[in-house]
Nanobody, 115 residues
Framework: QVHLVESGGGLVQPGGSLRLSCAAS????????MGWYRQAPGKQRELVAS???????NYADSVKGRFTISRDNAKNTVYLQMNSLKPEDTAVYYC?????????WGQGTQVTVSS
């Protein structure tokens, strides 16, 4: 069984940066493609960045060039470095496998971009 805990969210001004972390338990982590998802109020949850077990990354067009996903398999942790944040990035951010599993959704971490 895999358990995921997200952290690192907060309030930041437009143009600022945040780094999110997702700590995972479970021995399959290193071979599992992982992703960061977000859900803004009134909108569907969307995948914004993903990384394979081998480190191949993919990004939604809305965050390409601003967000960077990475992973440390030794620490069972996935990161999301978010730069040049915009108000439209405001959402609850979650990590999960790719494709996502309903068993793995955690509480998420709130990111608010506002002046």
């Amino acid at each position: 069984q895999v358990h995921l805990v997200e952290s690192g969210g907060g309030l930041v001004q437009p143009g600022g940066s945040l780094r999110l972390s997702c700590a995972a338990s479970g021995t399959i982590f290193s071979i599992t493609a992982m992703g960061w998802y977000r859900q803004a109020p009134g909108k569907q949850r969307e995948l914004v960045a993903s990384i394979t077990g081998g480190g191949r990354t993919n990004y939604a067009d809305s965050v390409k060039g601003r967000f960077t996903i990475s992973r440390d398999n030794a620490k069972n942790t996935v990161y999301l470095q978010m730069n040049s944040l915009k108000p439209e990035d405001t959402a609850v951010y979650y990590c999960n496998a790719v494709p996502s599993s309903p068993k793995y959704w955690g509480q998420g971490t709130q990111v608010t971009v506002s002046s």
